[in-house]
């Protein structure tokens, strides 16, 4: 119920979602899901060991890499892509030569990082400071559902 008020509030406010599902600030939040689905796909397929995975258990923390970076983003988005940068690398690096078990979701995640990256472009699109508005966009975007018309395989 909360992200359709906040959606109602963005519409009311002039912001359709077909437009600022493009804009960058989206992305932004999207990515950071983004990357909390590689991450914990990296935790389920490097972490856990092949008894607690048939066992339907992670070896995951408590807090994904998104997740984790969620908070930096509604304060300055660009110092939250900035520890994005510093924190995905080893995740990234797995999923690149990752030919295992669920390997194509892998690899789709990854794709999905790179429209992120599309999307947001050039930095100079992110707000300099964070309003109400742009909080709602960053939420939505990362509340947000994977595109359906994708093949995850």
């Known amino acids: 119920k909360a992200v359709a008020l906040i959606g109602i509030f963005l519409h009311q406010q002039g912001k359709k979602h077909e437009v600022f599902m493009k804009e960058p ?9 983004l990357a ?12 856990t060991s092949d008894e607690k995975r048939k066992a339907s258990k992670v070896d ?17 988005p660009v110092v939250a ?3 994005l940068a510093e924190r995905i690398r080893p995740y990234k690096g797995w999923a690149d030569t990752y030919s295992g078990e669920d390997a194509g979701l892998v690899h789709w995640f990854v ?9 947001i472009d050039d ?18 975007g990362y509340l947000a559902d994977n595109p359906k018309s994708e093949n995850k395989e």
């Open 25 to 33: 600030i989206y992305q932004v939040g999207r990515l950071l899901a």
């Open 36 to 47: 909390d689905s590689l991450h914990f796909q990296y935790c389920k397929y490097v972490r």
């Open 60 to 76: 995951a923390p408590s807090e994904l890499l998104g997740n984790a970076l969620f908070n930096v983003a509604l304060d300055n």
């Open 81 to 83: 892509l900035a520890r």
């Open 111 to 119: 794709r999905q990082m790179g429209e992120c990256e599309k999307q």
């Open 123 to 140: 930095l100079s699109g992110l707000p300099k400071r964070m309003e109400d508005m742009h909080k709602a966009q960053l939420l939505l």
